[in-house]
């Protein structure tokens, strides 16, 4: 402090006076903030409460609802792609990656109860990321209603997705699968 401050202000300087006043302040404020301070706002408690109190709120969550409905229904009842139902007979195709080699492994087996017998003829491709064939090898054998393997192999040449085209009971159905990288 200076000789001739006193109290932070200079001699001749007049200190400033603030005055506070709710009241006052309350007069000029909006409805909804007078009545907060009043104790007249009405606020919602709980989670349910808060999600449904407005408009917005609703549309929100009926949206949130709506989302998480379509996602439950595709992927409970969507088609997965590596695996298909053939006249009882489900065709399902695994392929992984490991140490230059792509094993892929195809495999038919009853739904339910063992199904009719017949050949099986299947035409495995392997694509790269373009989804270009790289690769493609024919198997067949003899399906006897329970289950059956077919399995091949290819070199790892950047094969990324790998391709089954399986014909049996005279109808032909296509699966793939994404290469699993070990």
């Known amino acids: ?3 001739n401050e006193i109290d932070g202000f200079t001699d001749g300087e007049e200190p400033m006076i603030f005055h506070y006043s709710r009241k ?6 909006p409805q909804n903030v007078r009545d907060f301070y009043d104790g007249k706002m009405n606020v ?5 409460k808060s ?3 407005t408009r ?8 949130i609802v709506v989302c998480m409905a379509a996602l439950f229904f595709v992927s409970k009842f969507g088609r997965d792609s590596f695996k298909d ?20 492994s195809t495999s038919l087996k009853a739904v339910k ?5 017949d050949d099986v003829s299947a035409k495995i491709t392997a694509l790269n990321e373009e989804k270009k064939e790289i690769a493609c090898e024919s198997l067949s054998d003899f399906y006897d209603g329970k289950e059956l393997f077919l399995r091949t192999t290819f070199e790892d040449n950047d094969i990324m997705y790998v391709e089954a085209e399986i014909e049996i ?10 290469v699993k990288k070990n």
Do not use: W
Not at 24 to 29: F, I, Q, S, V
Not at 44 to 48: A, D, E, T, V, Y
Not at 56 to 63: E, G, H, I
């Open 85 to 104: 139902t053939i006249d009882g007979t489900q065709a399902e195709i695994a392929a992984f990656s490991f140490e230059n080699t792509v094993y892929v």
């Open 113 to 117: 109860s063992p199904s009719a017998s």
């Open 1 to 3: 402090m200076q000789e």
């Open 169 to 178: 009971f005279g109808k032909i159905s296509k699966i793939s699968t994404k």
């Open 51 to 53: 999600l449904v109190a």
């Open 24 to 29: 006052h302040r309350l007069e000029h404020a």
């Open 44 to 48: 919602q408690r709980g989670l349910l």
């Open 56 to 63: 917005a709120n609703r549309c929100l969550l009926f949206s």
